[in-house]
């Protein structure tokens, strides 16, 4: 049931998740909006006017979308330069040594999320497009990985504990993960764990296809395209290859690296 406009939800907060819901569909109409925004109508209303003033959200026969300012905004984040720098040639040799109808990606923690900031174009953009800015849906391949090095974050969304636990641990043991369908039907992927110099994961390559028989195959391959984007980041200046993982504790007390499983690393 939507909120009034004052329980509970600030100006920025309505007016974010608007974008929020904008940002997954292409054009939306008031009531859908307010509803996934869980915000009264006239509420969403009114802020869709004042965001449509301001250029952040455009109005086109009474559906929205976003606006040109929302864009030249998120054009100017560049999250994990270092990593997107190192992948982005191993990216591309894994896409084409799978004949271009695999999509692979690069994914982050991000405040509890997994979070795509480099990927190739292929067919699976048609069915769930893999592009930079994407959260990866709970439970994904780069998902578990990411979460494998650090079981102090709890399961995903929709996993009981111990079923995401046994999978965590099959992704440290192994050095990769396999999902067949589980986040999105159509869809199977294998991820593998990107390291920084002092071993910590802080990254997944992913390959991502509309056939899981391709998926089976790929394993070895996506372990050995993280590995190269692992040696690409140690080659980058120390400022430039040290990347932060969002929600992750990177210290313990004084200043001591933070205990975490470790994640099999393959050569």
């Known amino acids: 049931m939507a909120r009034s406009g004052t329980e509970g939800r600030g100006v920025l907060e309505g007016?974010?998740?608007?974008m929020e819901v904008l940002a997954h569909g292409d054009e939306v109409g008031l009531t859908r909006l307010a509803a996934d925004a869980d915000l009264p109508k006239a509420t969403a209303?009114?802020?869709l006017g004042?965001?449509?003033a301001l250029g952040a959200v455009q109005s086109v026969s009474g559906r929205y979308r976003l606006g040109p300012r929302t864009f030249r905004l998120g054009q100017a984040w560049h999250p994990a330069r270092a990593l997107r720098a190192a992948s982005a040639r191993p990216?591309?040799?894994l896409a084409a040594a799978s004949g271009g109808?695999?999509?692979v990606s690069l994914t982050v923690p991000e405040a509890g999320h997994a979070l795509v900031v480099g990927s190739t174009r292929s067919e699976v953009d048609d069915v769930f497009a893999?592009?930079?800015g994407v959260v990866l849906p709970p439970g994904s391949a780069a998902g578990l990985v990411l979460a494998a090095s650090a079981p102090e974050a709890g399961p995903a969304q929709g996993w009981s504990r111990a079923a995401w636990s046994r999978e965590a641990a099959r992704a440290r043991e192994q050095g990769m993960a396999f999902q067949y369908g589980q986040?999105?039907?159509a869809?199977?992927?294998?991820?593998?764990p990107v390291f920084s110099d002092a071993g910590q994961v802080v990254a997944a390559v992913a390959a991502t296809s509309l056939d899981g028989r391709q998926i089976a195959l790929l394993g070895e391959a996506a372990v050995r395209t993280a590995a190269m984007v692992s040696a690409n980041l140690s080659r980058l200046p120390a400022h430039a290859a040290r990347p932060r993982r969002e929600g992750v504790p990177a210290q313990g007390a004084a200043g001591r690296a933070a205990p975490h499983a470790v994640m099999a690393r393959r050569h």
């Open 50 to 52: 004042q965001l449509v």
């Open 45 to 47: 209303h009114r802020l």
């Open 187 to 192: 869809l199977s992927c294998v991820a593998a």
């Open 101 to 103: 109808r695999t999509s």
């Open 130 to 132: 893999l592009h930079p």
């Open 183 to 185: 986040c999105v039907s």
């Open 91 to 93: 990216l591309r040799e």
């Open 15 to 18: 007016a974010f998740a608007l």
